[in-house]
């Protein structure tokens, strides 16, 4: 059978990003209280993985009988592919259109389906450590560009590794959460003046893609580029949200800090690489090539399409400012793993690795306002005539992204956050 051949009996909307070929991931708890536990999206509906293991309809032989009953997925990582790929079987069997066993059983389904409308997610893991990559050349070209030198935007260890920082793992939140503006240091306005200091002017977003690890990795054992992907459980989206004048004040020497630890939004429902298989294509050259230990054969991109939408506190409709897409990024997520270990740095189950900002090649596909408005200079207009360099209060950003199949979609849902102004006064 092939992917456009699989039906479920639940009804799924063409345009849905849940159908039965996605099966996400998530961690949920229902309407009215109880306990979060795991599920997976189909259509409208959270379907209860917890409820299915206790009825007998979901043992595997390679994960525990009570695996979906717990408040997050780290133990399901941690089994690794093979335990992800016999649950996604199981629970795809179950939802099929010929299978009577969930479908005939209205009691069953109406102890085992939550409208999503009502549930509240969670995030999907406890959260380790985070890290955030730098690995789109446009988004790294136009930071160059802008910051320090045009001739030279990349600076010379760029093509040879994927550049990364450790972030901060406490303040990562499921999407729907607000965002209160930053105080903080700012970048004087005259070189040799003293700081700036109060509510960051430059609120930012980045869209930006993340996977969790799955299995992990030993202290002082280097995860070969050839085995990254038994490592990858799935993939969300991201908003790591930055105040601009906080971080260039900040970065150097050692990079971002307190411009980057405040908040960073991620999506619910982690969509699996088994999911994503399909959408699997070439990306772009690596010149020059890359050293043996990040040598991967090329086909290690993902064809995701990505949307920003912005709505600002006098008009709630959605405006698209970016079209983007994850096959664009120069550094794959094999490569990534790869460099993160080859110091002999442990992954552990539950770990967060980010893409960095994914820009297009064209203005209209950059994933900030610090490029698409230029760092200030060509701020964007919208449609109602407001316009924006930065975020201002009120507004909300939400990040969408989907994989376009034939006859069906599968997606990522959105994350999104609504900016707050910033405390009034600091203590
Ligand atoms: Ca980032």
Known sequence: ?????????????????????????????????????????????????????????????AFAADVFARPSLNAFMGYGRAAWQEARRLIQTLLRADNPILRDDAGLRREAFWPMAEVQMHLPAQIGDYTDFYSSREHASNVGRMFRDPAHALLPNWRHMPVAYHGRASSVMVSGQTIRRPWGQQRPGQAGDSPRFGPSRQLDFELEMGFFIGPGSELGQPVAVRQAAQQIFGLVLVNDWSARDIQSWEYRPLGPFLAKNFATSISPWVMTLDALEPFRCVGPEQSPAPLPYLRTPGNEAFDIHLEVRLQTAVNPEPVIISQSNFRTLYWNMAQQVAHHTISGCNLRPGDLLASGTISGPTPDSYGSMLELSWRGERPLTLLNGETRAFLQDGDRVTLTGWCQGEGYRVGFGEVTGKVLAAATSIQ
């Open 1 to 61: 059978m092939t992917e456009r051949e699989l039906h479920s009996f639940i009804d799924v909307a063409e345009t849905s990003h849940f159908p039965i070929q996605n099966l996400p991931f998530g961690v949920f708890s229902p309407a009215g209280g109880g306990a979060a536990r795991v599920g997976v999206a189909i259509g409208d509906w959270a379907l209860d993985l917890a409820v299915l293991q206790k009825r007998g309809l979901l043992s595997g032989k």
